[in-house]
């Protein structure tokens, strides 16, 4: 059971249903993957947010792995971490460096949306394959639920890319209008990526209803031989 212990002042509307909703991803993972000889668990996109009962959830409910490590681009303190690699997922990984984090089970929660490119998505999948030994899931969002989590807009991130970004700068959303910092991506675009990779992995995609709605995609991939 978790030592974290949050008081009820912030658990909100909004975070208790992302906190349901991540409940709800956790089930899911544990019914897809067996974990009796997973002994070593890897987060990518770490991140050192602890504001609310949500934040990094999915880490705290993977406590009874006994071998946490880390990737991120942040300062990271947590130490429930046995190692932590301050680099981008994107980044080239030396030999040392996969040798001192890959883990058995590894696991992005909503990282691959922000690390721009469809190329620099490719090189991220790429670079999770290679620390991986046996199991690795990526989660994000669907591009094609109605209301953009990240902005809160409806409906506007269904036009093509260029014309969506056009429309965030134009509403002050500068940040979230550049490639860098958001792509999102479709259940089909999320195949196509692993999809490059299936002399790697057996991969399968699954899709996350909320309200009717397609909102998430949770990609399970079996590397094929990577010990």
Known sequence: MSNYIYSEKHFNFVDKII??????????IREKV???????????????????PSSNYLNK??????????????????RRFTNILKKS???????DEIELIKSDFTISNATI?????????????????????????????????PIETHTKLPLLHFLPKTKYRKLL???????????????????KEMFKLLNC??????????????????SNIIAICFVKINR
């Open 89 to 95: 997922i994107t980044s080239d990984f030396s030999k």
């Open 169 to 187: 700068k134009l509403f002050k959303y500068d940040y979230y209008s550049l490639e860098e910092n958001l792509n999102l991506l479709s259940y």
């Open 19 to 28: 906190r349901n909703r991540r409940e709800k991803f956790y089930n899911f």
């Open 61 to 78: 409910k993977f406590d009874f792995i006994k071998i946490h490590n880390a990737i991120s681009d942040q300062k990271i303190t947590d």
């Open 113 to 145: 949306e922000h690390v721009g490119s469809l190329e620099n998505q490719k090189k991220m999948i790429f670079n999770m394959i290679n620390l991986t030994r046996n199991v690795m899931v990526i989660q994000t969002v669907n591009r094609y639920f």
């Open 34 to 52: 067996e974990f009796r000889n997973v002994n070593s668990y890897l987060d990518i996109g770490t991140t050192q947010n602890e504001d609310h």
């Open 197 to 214: 990779f299936s002399d790697k992995i057996n991969f399968k995609v699954y899709k996350i209803y909320t309200f009717g709605f397609v």
